[in-house]
């Protein structure tokens, strides 16, 4: 069956990076666009950017250029998010999602929490 | 940026009862446009793609509508397990915007 693992909670202090992992199992990995979302506590959902795992291609949210980085290894079916230049606004729950269209498969959600 | 504009925030509704949903986009979407429902803890789950096409395993009382700008959940018959948040999103091209959510909660 198609699992998306992702990576344990986080806890950082304003101005450090996260690097979120997400393996995916039950599919074929390169098949799928894979995303990522936040959201922040008691808030809705932020589209944050888009990884191709087969060629590695991205897209990312404007809010997030310059400061995101997502990457896939193809050898471990993971793929990853990385946020830098973290502050507080930066603590949320972050998801990653497969999708051909509409994201059918979610991650159990990864909660970072930037505290000084 | 596609803007999504939901109506109304929180919606009050009896079981039994039926619910309507709105999400608006500020251009086009196309059919591009799915609903998810949110309870907390939990990560969203998706129930409407293409507009009106129900994902794998979401009951026959979740119908969604719409083309274009313009779009609508409807839940026929709200069953307890109904009670949550729901949210659309437009997945047009490459770039994905999420509308701000409509609470369902028990009337």
């Known amino acids: 069956q198609v699992q998306l693992v992702q990576s344990g909670a986080e806890v950082k202090k304003p101005g450090a990076s996260v690097k979120v992992s997400c393996k995916a199992s039950?599919?074929?990995?390169?098949?799928?666009?894979m995303h990522w979302v936040r959201q922040a506590p008691g808030q809705g959902l932020e589209w944050m950017g888009i990884i191709n795992p087969s060629g590695g291609s991205t897209s990312y949210a404007q809010k997030f250029q310059g400061r995101v980085t997502m990457t896939r290894d193809t050898s471990t079916s993971t793929v990853y998010m990385e946020l830098s230049s973290l502050r507080s606004e930066d603590t949320a729950v972050y998801y990653c999602?497969?999708?051909?269209?509409?994201?059918?498969?979610w991650g159990q959600g990864t909660l970072v929490t930037v505290s000084s | 940026e596609i803007v999504m504009t939901q109506s109304p925030a929180t919606l009050s509704v009896s079981p039994g009862e039926r619910a309507t949903l709105s999400c608006r986009a500020s251009?086009?979407?196309?059919?591009?446009l799915a609903w998810y429902q949110q309870k907390p803890g939990q990560a969203p789950r998706l129930l409407i793609y293409?507009?009106?096409t129900r994902a794998t395993g979401i009951p026959a009382r979740f119908s969604g509508s719409g083309s274009g700008t313009e779009f609508t959940l409807t839940i026929s018959s709200l069953q307890s397990e109904d009670f949550a948040v729901y949210y659309c999103q437009q997945y047009n091209n490459w770039s994905w915007t999420f509308g701000q959510g409509t609470k369902v909660e028990i009337k």
């Open positions: 293409g507009a009106s």
């Open positions: 251009q086009s979407v196309s059919s591009n």
């Open positions: 999602a497969r999708a051909l269209t509409a994201p059918d498969y």
């Open positions: 039950g599919y074929t990995f390169t098949s799928y666009y």
